[in-house]
């Protein structure tokens, strides 16, 4: 039995890991690398295995940094099951199309240029087309159950309450009457996060592949960060300024809406338009809507007396290019919830383009910025950006809310492992370098664990 390491080693996008006993070979996520153009690249590279060997992959969550190359592999030749949550499964299924028609129009901008100047043609990663096809090779699960998926493999998933779905993964592997238990955390939810549950603790494992996006900091307190983003908003609206908040359409916008919702008094909200400017969230919003019974108590209580947690009286759904692009006439009170998180594409740029260099306007950043994004320039305080060619001066003032992270904190990864009884072995992944190290001393120090940090193509026996 081994593992082998292919993304997210001392970085946060791109988690592939591969796990075999005997003959069979499974693929634990399959993420899309994200970040810079350069990085961005890498997802045309060859698998670094042999996909005819893969007899089935395991999902964790929706998000591209983990699932988002799961249709180039079915491109590339594999057939075969996906085995994951049921609403990741309904998460995947507005991705994936979404991720498949930006390929599409990317390659389609490239080849112009390449026509032009007499250039081999390329293809996209792959198309909506052949996303959609993947939708039915997926096997839903639910949390809790216990499934043997191959001769010898039996999976488990648990709630890890980071996003809708969202699954820690139980592997007990067999080969010649040995048994090992893996567990994959995924990517863990940050404690009395809104909507969803806390992680589960598991008691016992042989080993433990971890995340540690944030193992290096602890988040503001929840009071804290509803009262910093009150503030902001209060500031707003005397400033007479727009917010724009670049959010994930996953998991993250739907927080910002159930958060608006509780505090609609207490912030002013009525005093606002607030516009979701995604037609992507917006999907993801009705899927999370439709999946209520692995909310939290709150969330649980709210919608059985309101029945909805998302539902505002000025709530604007903007689904069209057109509808988007009036917003931009508004000067003055709007809250602008617009895609890509990261600032790298989607809607959010043009709304950069006509408020990032007005003083009055006010912007959250709400979720983690990899490198090389534009959202970790202006977290880094980037004085200009780049837009389509065009430089911007930043006169805006940028907020980060740190606190309203899904990832859980270098507090809450500890308490989780914590959670093991005979304290396994555990290999971090999915966080950069300091977070990784500063991880890795204080789960030494305080539980005596053995910690490796993952390196690109390391084996470790299980």
């Not at 949390?143 to 779905?165: C, F, R, S």
């Not at 950069?352 to 305080?381: W, Y």
Request: glycine share 8%.
């Amino acid at each position: 039995m081994q593992i082998q390491f292919f993304g997210a080693t001392q970085e946060v996008t791109g988690s592939c890991y591969l796990v075999s006993v005997g003959d069979i070979n499974l693929l634990v996520e399959c993420g899309i690398v994200q970040g810079s153009h350069h990085h961005e690249h890498h997802n045309y590279d060859p698998f670094p295995f042999d996909i005819e060997t893969i007899d089935a992959v395991i999902l964790t969550h929706a998000h591209l940094d983990h699932s988002g190359k799961i249709p180039l592999l079915f491109k590339r030749g594999f057939i075969g099951p996906i085995f994951t949550h049921k609403a990741t499964a309904d998460l995947c299924s507005i991705l994936f199309q979404d991720a498949g028609y930006l390929n599409e129009k990317s390659a389609a901008r490239e080849n112009k240029k390449r026509q032009a100047n007499g250039q081999d043609l390329i293809e996209p990663l792959y198309t909506k087309s052949e996303a959609i096809n993947v939708q039915q090779y997926f096997r839903e699960l639910e949390y809790q159950n216990t499934v043997e998926i191959l001769p010898g493999v039996k999976l488990t998933l648990h709630d890890a309450g980071h996003i809708l779905g969202s699954s820690i993964v139980e592997l007990r592997l067999t080969e010649n009457d040995t048994t090992r238990t893996v567990v994959f955390s995924g990517d863990l939810g940050h404690k009395d996060a809104s909507i969803l549950n806390n992680p589960n603790v598991i008691e016992a494992a042989d080993l433990v592949v971890m995340e540690s996006t944030y193992g290096d900091r602890n988040h503001r307190s929840w009071d804290e960060t509803w009262n910093e983003m009150g503030e902001i908003i209060s500031r707003a609206q005397h400033g007479r300024g727009n917010i724009l908040i670049p959010a994930f359409a996953v998991g993250r916008t739907q927080e910002l809406l159930y958060t608006f919702k509780s505090h609609f008094k207490q912030w002013g909200m009525k005093s606002w338009d607030i516009f979701l400017d995604s037609p992507m969230a917006i999907r993801t919003t009705e899927v999370y809507a439709g999946h209520s019974n692995v909310y939290d108590s709150d969330a649980t209580e709210i919608r059985q007396q309101s029945g909805s947690l998302f539902d505002l009286p000025n709530l604007h759904l903007s689904q069209s290019t057109e509808a988007s692009m009036k917003i931009n006439q508004i000067s003055s009170g709007a809250i602008i919830i617009a895609g890509s998180g990261m600032c790298t594409g989607g809607r959010i740029k043009h709304h950069f383009e006509h408020n990032i260099s007005r003083k009055d306007c006010q912007v959250m950043i709400v979720g983690f910025q990899a490198r090389g994004t534009l959202g970790r320039s202006l977290v880094d305080g980037a004085k200009k950006v780049n837009l389509w060619g065009r430089s911007f001066d930043v006169r805006a003032k940028v907020h980060t809310i740190g606190g309203l992270s899904a990832h859980a904190d270098q507090k809450g990864l500890l308490d989780w492992y914590s959670g093991f009884k005979n304290s396994p072995k555990v290999v971090l992944v999915h966080g950069e370098p300091d977070a990784m190290n500063a991880l890795a001393s204080k789960l030494r120090e305080n539980n005596k664990a053995e910690v490796l940090l993952a390196s690109y193509k390391q084996k470790l026996e299980i």
